[in-house]
């Protein structure tokens, strides 16, 4: 789990200044995400994606991570005329942006591996599993397109599934096409003044017009701004209140005289993060729009949208804190102070642990939450519900965990961190949005425990599902089992008591937290019984005891914590030592 730091150039003093990830192979630099996928994914489908994952992790470590630093630098502007005086608006975009739009959409076709097949010469369109190792990696140099990325994944997710079929054959090719003159992609414009997190109060108002429809109102945050396909919610005329009388509409760009649609990019946003991407203010202005479904179940259908970009999100902010580890690790090992590497002393030993825990829980629980969409879809009513907890579950913890972990790794970079030429600036502010986008905190943490377990009692999914990889970890010590078990019962036990009520509502976070703690705990014993068995190492089981001692139980504040146990767990997890399952025993025995 170790990355190598990059020698300083030939005549340049060593040691001065810290190295930075540059030149990094991002895929090889990351065994856990192999592991991971080798678990997850059939031997073929690994073998076949293996080598295209090595090239996305070079690029992602060279030449596009300065494609985003420039992006970043230098953001999208908006126009509001052509160079002939016409009233057309468009955004300019810096060289470098449209360089990271081949690759992820062109080269890599993320957007499209699970609707097109033949993407990377697969004769099938990829699980999602597969195709969020490719977010993943790709989401480690630039953050920012991630949103286009996805959008267009979710626009043509919802015109797939809930389009007729003269709207599919109208626009469903453009949004899958990997071939960039062919490609249109897709935004997403739901959220209003009046209605971020209560979309049934928003007013965008549709009147139908022969085949059509014409919006009017006002879109207050729309990513992608300049989107030629855009997945929207307004009211039909005479509809009811609330999220019931809410339709969905798909909005094109350019109608089909060649002419803009009638609505109006207002401003772009000056945001703190993600500034590579164009997000803006839209006034609809009697835009042409086509009903998408059944008018009285847009919110719903659109919540399917929600769903898969909430999980995209967790992967997303996972990412993040993998390229934080990255830059911390390659510190640690390339920077000399006080006479010792950094990665030799304590204190610092002990900040890369806990920047290393939360990025394994967020790559984890990534993984199983797109395992359980792919079952889902395959028509599992258990994977369904496991999907319902996982997904609100993930994107409240690994979000706000993003945060802090990209702020410990601008620390230990320390005041070079803080500056612009660096990576780690950018990575603290892109990591804000995580928490917010798709619905904060205090949203996310409602909808896991009031609707999820509430509701539609998800949680007996999850406990079934937790309980059952337990069962199927026979090299886990049985003790270290039982305790997991035990820990299960109780963080869903607590989960139902803050679900029915009562004024409970205060503890939905903390509720949502010990269900995300706990799953990942189990989830490190199960993955480190099978990489154990896959290739002899089971250190990924210690990261299940640190998770229970530091995340789960509460310590004595006045109890010195530093012992021999932790001491040689740091140093397994922090090297690229493999540890028998003897080794391993003994110091989950000794918890």
């Known amino acids: 789990m170790t990355v190598t730091a990059r020698p300083a150039p030939s005549g340049a003093p060593a040691n001065l200044i810290a190295p930075d990830t540059s030149g990094l192979n991002f895929y090889r630099a990351d065994p856990s995400l192999a592991d991971l996928l080798r678990i997850h994914l059939p031997e073929k489908l690994f073998n076949h994606i293996d080598p295209h994952l090595d090239r996305l992790g070079a690029l992602a470590g060279g030449t596009l991570d300065e494609c985003a630093r420039l992006a970043d630098k ?7 005329r052509d160079k002939f005086g016409r009233d057309i608006q468009w955004i300019e975009y810096h060289p470098a942006y449209r360089e990271l739009e081949n690759a992820a959409f ?7 591996l699970s609707h097109r097949k033949g993407i990377m010469d697969w004769p099938d369109t990829y699980p999602v599993t597969a195709k969020h190792a490719f977010t993943f990696l790709f989401n480690q140099t630039e953050f920012g397109m991630g949103c286009p990325i996805n959008v267009t994944d979710g626009a043509a997710k919802l015109l797939s599934k809930f389009g007729d079929a003269a709207l599919k054959a109208k626009y469903l090719d453009g949004l899958t096409q990997t071939d960039m003159a062919k490609l249109t992609q897709g935004g997403q414009f739901m959220t209003e003044k009046e209605g971020g997190s209560d979309v049934g109060t928003l007013t965008t108002t549709a009147v139908q017009e022969g085949d059509h429809w014409r919006l009017y109102g006002e879109k207050w945050f729309c990513s992608n701004a300049d989107a030629q396909v855009v997945m929207l919610l307004a009211r039909p005329e005479g509809a009811g209140a609330g999220t019931k009388g809410v339709g969905l509409f798909l909005m094109p760009r350019w109608l089909d005289d060649g002419t803009q649609n009638h609505y109006r990019l207002v401003r772009l946003k000056d945001k703190l993060g993600t500034r590579s991407m164009a997000s803006g203010e ?7 729009a086509y009903a998408v479904g059944k008018l009285d179940r847009g919110f719903v259908q659109m919540a399917e949208m929600v769903n898969s970009s909430r999980l995209s999100n967790g992967v997303k902010s996972t990412a993040l804190m993998r390229r934080a580890y990255h830059d911390a690790m390659t510190v640690a090992h390339g920077r000399v102070v006080f006479g010792q590497r950094i990665i030799d002393l304590p204190l610092a030993r002990r900040q890369l642990m806990k920047i290393l825990l939360a990025t394994e829980q967020g790559l984890s629980l990534s993984f199983l939450t797109a395992d359980a969409l792919d079952r889902a879809e395959g028509g599992s009513q258990d994977a369904a519900a496991l999907l319902r907890i996982l997904t609100p579950t993930l994107k409240f ?8 972990v990209c702020g410990d790794a601008m620390e230990m970079r320390g005041g070079v961190g803080y500056i612009e030429e660096f990576a780690t600036s950018r990575l603290l502010r892109d990591s804000h949005l995580g928490s917010i986008w798709e619905g904060t905190g205090n949203i996310v943490a409602i909808d896991a425990l009031t609707r999820a377990v509430g509701r539609h009692g998800a949680d007996a999914a999850l406990a079934a599902d937790l309980h059952a990889r337990l069962d199927d970890s026979a090299d886990v010590p049985q003790a270290w089992r039982d305790r997991l078990h035990g820990l299960t019962d109780r963080a869903i036990g607590f989960a139902r008591e803050v679900a029915k009520g009562g004024g409970n509502e205060s503890d939905a976070r903390r509720a949502t937290s010990l269900l995300y703690q706990v799953a990942s705990a189990v989830a490190f014993a199960w993955e480190g019984n099978r990489i154990h068995a896959m290739r002899g190492d089971a250190r990924r089981m210690l990261l299940s005891r640190l998770v229970v001692d530091h995340k789960v139980s509460t310590p004595d504040p006045f109890r010195l914590t530093e012992n021999g146990a932790q001491r040689k767990i740091d140093d397994l997890m922090l090297g690229d030592r493999a540890a028998s399952l003897t080794e391993v025993g003994e110091l989950l025995d000794a918890a």
């Open 74 to 80: 230098h953001g999208p502007v908006l126009h509001q």
């Open 106 to 112: 062109g080269e890599f076709g993320i957007h499209a």
């Open 282 to 288: 839209i006034k609809l202005e009697g835009a042409i």
């Open 397 to 404: 913890r690994a979000t706000r965990d993003a945060r802090k």
